[in-house]
Every structure is written in C-alpha cells, then in structure tokens.
C-alpha cells in the first residue's frame, strides 16, 4: 500500500512540476547573443540588442559606486539575461546563480 502510495505521489509531482518549468519560456527560434563588459555578461536574442547594450552602459556605470556602498564585488562576472518575447512583465534577480533576469 505504501509503495502504491509513494508511485502516486512521484506522478502527481512529476506532472504538477512541469508548469513550473523553464520548457514553456524557451524559444529555440532566436538567435542569442552576448556583449561581455568588465564584470557583466548580457544575454540577448535578436531584436534585444539595443537594450542589451544600454544596460551594459548603465551597469558598468554603477557597478564602482554599487560595489564600494557594499564593500563587496562579486567573484564571477554577473550575467543579465534579456527576454522579450513573451506578453508579460515579470524579472528577478537570483542570488545564487549570480544573474539578473529582465
């Protein structure tokens, strides 16, 4: 009965999983690009890349101020990952793995 039990759950997570994954966002029709800065890597696809070059300015621009209020620079690059090509207004920054979503 357990054992039975255990199955079901395995299934219903798997299924309930599957819309909080990242295969609904991705696009394999664009072509992505990247602008490498001092100490940021923006991730753009095409029709982004003018954005990605403003925030390249505007991030090098603050990266010295930012960093010495903090008294802390990162280890690796910081990466910014420009997406427009869904209908939705929605970014995060994720701590953890060091990128910044747009």
């Not at 990162?74 to 209908?87: A, E, G, T």
């Amino acid at each position: 009965m357990q054992s039975k039990l255990f199955l079901m759950l395995i299934v219903v997570l798997g299924i309930s999983s599957r819309g909080f994954s990242q295969e609904d966002y991705n696009h394999p029709e664009l072509d992505w690009n990247t602008i490498e800065t001092k100490h940021f890597l923006i991730h753009f696809h095409n029709g982004a890349e003018r954005t990605g070059r403003e925030i390249a300015k505007v991030a090098e621009s603050i990266y010295g101020p930012i960093t010495s209020m903090y008294g802390h620079e990162p280890d690796q690059r910081v990466s910014f990952i420009v997406r427009d090509h869904d209908d939705y207004s929605n970014g995060g920054a994720y701590f953890y793995d060091n990128k910044i979503v747009i």
